[in-house]
């Protein structure tokens, strides 16, 4: 295989030094990805004095499988920033679901693949366009707290040089490193509950992308646990990778129960688009890894203060591994009861956890779906009546569209409907 050099964009420079940290905001934002710059956006939108901070200056490059589906558009709309992403984004108009017998289904869906480094990086900047102030690269270190253990601030850190901020409320949506969670005492589990390794390979025959077609899914006994992905970004430059995606990652050990870079070959050893692919095509950078936090489990949601969001809060699909539109959902969320709910501390935190609790029925069905991937021969039957029956297509459609919770095929229940005629 070839290697390219790494994909370069030139973005803005609006990070500011932790120098120019104001003494007192309204709202401290803690981790500039989806979560954190969505919920940004609405307060500065509402006129709130938000500060945005992150580790990192942007743009910077987020491990992911880079991948819009129809929640993230829903929630790009609601921030008003949908034009200016789809325009450097790839669209797709199917995701294409491959069984281990190597047949597949096409399920039509409003897609798109856009690298977070650039995701990310238009959606901070959507946030300071409204008004936030970001602060980076300043690490969050500790929560200010009254003597009642009311969050009021933090205390932050850059490059030895420490500075404290005060703020009414503080939004943590650090991602899924527990180090932030811990610090403020909201951390319910430290091991992430699923792994994914990615990589990106540009590859300019235009006839590849008719191979991969659109958002590619594999599953495969070699894959046991979670599954393959090959999606087509801008400039011909392909994300492909493998994740584990099936249950809690050990507490105790801390890492996954497979070694993720041999899955990634294993992927290239079942599927002969990926190997086409890796073989022809220019490496961009290296295989990275990532942790993932599922299901809305492993943190205290809301407490005195301070609401978590994105996937500190674990608002990812532990059967997709999808999560940054339900990552941007909890933003807003976490926005709007600031807004509603002004000075009323117990009724913002309520608020906040309503807004979770309902989204949490889809996060469990997700959950019951899993069993796909640690069943794999389950794709085949799913592919075979999708390809004969339209009705069976059209559900799918609905599901990867949210219009239909996923439990109607993705369980055990499900394949029993799919086997009759």
């Known amino acids: 295989m070839h290697r390219a050099t790494p994909i370069n964009i030139t973005m803005p420079d609006w990070n500011q030094p932790l120098s120019d940290l104001p003494d007192h905001t309204d709202v401290l934002v803690v981790g500039s990805g989806p979560a954190g710059s969505a919920a940004a956006r609405v307060l500065a939108q509402c006129k709130r004095s938000v500060v945005l901070i992150d580790a990192q200056a942007f743009p910077r490059d987020k491990t992911c499988g880079d991948g819009l589906v129809p929640d993230t558009h829903a929630a790009l709309r609601r921030l008003g920033v949908i034009d200016e992403v789809l325009a450097r984004a790839?669209?797709?108009?199917?995701?294409?679901?491959?069984?281990?017998?190597?047949?597949?289904?096409?399920?039509?869906?409003e897609l798109a693949v856009l690298p977070r480094r650039e995701l990310d990086a238009l959606l901070c900047h959507a946030a300071v366009q409204a008004g936030a102030q970001h602060v980076a690269p300043a690490r969050f270190v500790a929560p200010l707290r009254k003597d009642c253990g009311r969050v009021t601030g933090a205390l932050l850190e850059h490059g030895g040089q420490q500075r404290t901020i005060q703020a009414s409320w503080l939004v943590l949506a650090s991602g899924a490193g527990t180090t932030p969670l811990s610090a403020a005492e909201l951390?319910?589990?430290?091991?992430?509950?699923?792994?994914?390794?990615?990589g990106y390979v540009r590859h300019a025959d235009p006839g590849m992308a008719a191979e991969v077609g659109g958002l590619r899914f594999v599953w495969h006994p070699r894959l046991r646990d979670g599954y393959g992905w090959i999606f087509e970004g801008p400039d011909h430059t392909y994300n492909l990778g493998t994740g584990v995606l099936v249950g809690q990652i050990d507490e105790d050990l801390g890492k996954a129960p497979r070694n993720l870079r041999r899955m990634f070959e294993d992927f290239l050893s079942v599927d002969p688009v990926a190997a086409r692919l890796v073989k022809e095509g220019e490496m961009v950078g290296e295989l990275k890894g990532a942790p993932l936090r599922c299901d809305l489990e492993g943190a205290i949601w809301a407490a005195p203060g301070v609401l978590v969001a994105g996937d500190a809060v674990g608002a990812t699909y532990s059967f997709s591994g999808e999560g940054i539109g339900k990552a941007m959902e909890t933003g807003i969320a976490a926005a709007d009861a600031l807004v509603a709910h002004r000075g009323d501390d117990t009724a913002i935190e309520a608020a906040y956890r309503a807004s979770l609790q309902a989204l949490k029925p889809r996060f469990e069905m997700y959950r019951q779906a899993a069993s796909f991937n640690s069943h794999p021969w389950l794709l085949n039957v799913m592919v075979w009546r999708a390809r004969h029956s339209p009705r069976i297509l059209a559900k799918l459609s609905d599901i990867l569209n949210e219009r239909r919770m996923p439990g109607s095929l993705l369980t055990w229940r499900g394949v029993r409907s799919m086997l009759l005629p």
Request: one cysteine or more.
């Open 90 to 109: 790839r669209p797709a108009q199917a995701a294409r679901c491959v069984a281990p017998n190597g047949r597949h289904v096409d399920v039509a869906g």
């Open 187 to 198: 951390c319910q589990r430290k091991s992430p509950s699923c792994m994914a390794i990615r």
